[in-house]
């Protein structure tokens, strides 16, 4: 082990002190990019694999980049993306503040002085703006750099779950028949009442907390979800999508959320944090925490 003399006493350096500015890159969560030539390519974020095409290679980095960004900017950290060109694969560092850099073979990277921030052009007005940005500044539309093709479109419409199958009455010829074999001389049929279902109370980093039915939909502005109660919420990066998630309680009391194909997707915050499957409800424990673009949301059921 190295050391230094101060006034006579000799001091022991730890060796592996981490050399100042560097910073680790986690390996959760796995952003891996494929590019092509042609302007088309891949973008595969925790094994969901999602098309990309642009109108250039250098539009279709820059859409991509843009697309770490913005999950950089949910996690409030750096993120590795790895990126496929040409047969050689590149591991990057995707900064919330829009820088890129390489990583190093121990897995760092260095503090990000002196570097820019690239730039794309909107999909819809071609002005020039950064990867940062959310919505353009000058046709507002969202995700102005997005090169992702349909899987990550908001959805036209919401398709309201299943209706429940019909109750079948029994026949009251059938019943007279059972009285008579039983030798019974009235039967009553009753009815199980079903317990009502606890209430949801929910908080956000966006706004003040809400009290609801067992049964919302949210979103910035939801469309509606027959049997769901549409919550509007304040999204300020506008990363919320218009209609994200539905969120309940179920008949056994456990609390399930489903993400409706939103653009952003949902992140649980559990450790480690997972992203949830589009279009699969998943049951979280009672006040877990989830982020859905830049929206946090605790979710607990009322008492």
Not at 226 to 243: D, F, H, K, Q, V
Not at 245 to 253: K, L, N, P, S, W
Request: include cysteine; glycine fraction near 8%.
């Amino acid at each position: 082990m190295a050391g230094s003399r101060r006034g006579g006493r000799t001091r022991a350096v730890n060796a592996t002190q981490p050399v100042p500015g560097l910073h680790r890159v986690p390996e959760w969560p796995r952003l891996a990019a494929e590019v092509t030539a042609d302007g088309t390519g891949t973008l595969t974020v925790n094994g969901q694999r999602r098309a990309c095409a642009a109108e250039s290679v250098a539009a279709l980095r820059t859409g991509m980049i843009a697309r770490a960004v913005a999950i950089a900017t949910q996690l409030r950290r750096p993120i590795r993306l790895d990126v496929t060109e040409d047969g050689r694969t590149h591991a990057l560092a995707v900064r919330p503040e829009g820088y890129v850099q390489l990583v190093g073979a121990d897995g760092t990277i260095p503090a990000a002085d002196g570097l820019s921030i690239d730039e794309g052009r909107c999909r819809i007005c071609r002005r020039l703006q950064p990867v940062t940005s959310t919505t353009c500044v000058q046709c507002a539309v969202d995700e102005p750099l997005r090169v992702e093709v349909a899987p990550l479109a908001e959805p036209n419409a919401v398709t309201p779950p299943p209706a429940a199958a019909p109750i079948t009455r029994p026949n009251p010829i059938e019943l007279r028949a059972l009285d008579e074999l039983h030798d019974v001389e009235q039967t009553r049929l009753t009815r199980r009442a079903t317990p009502a279902r606890p209430a949801l109370r929910l908080a956000f980093n966006t706004q003040r907390s809400v009290s609801a039915g067992p049964r919302v939909v949210i979103g910035r502005n939801p469309e509606p979800v027959a049997g769901y109660e549409p919550l509007s919420i304040a999204t300020p990066g506008r990363m919320l999508s218009r209609t994200h998630a539905t969120i309940a309680v179920d008949d056994a009391g456990h609390i399930v959320v489903t993400d409706l194909d939103s653009a952003n997707g949902i992140e649980l915050q559990s450790t480690p944090p997972r992203w949830l499957t589009p279009g699969h409800p998943t049951t979280i424990p009672d006040g877990s925490t989830i982020l859905l673009g830049d929206v946090e949301c605790t979710i607990e059921k009322a008492q």
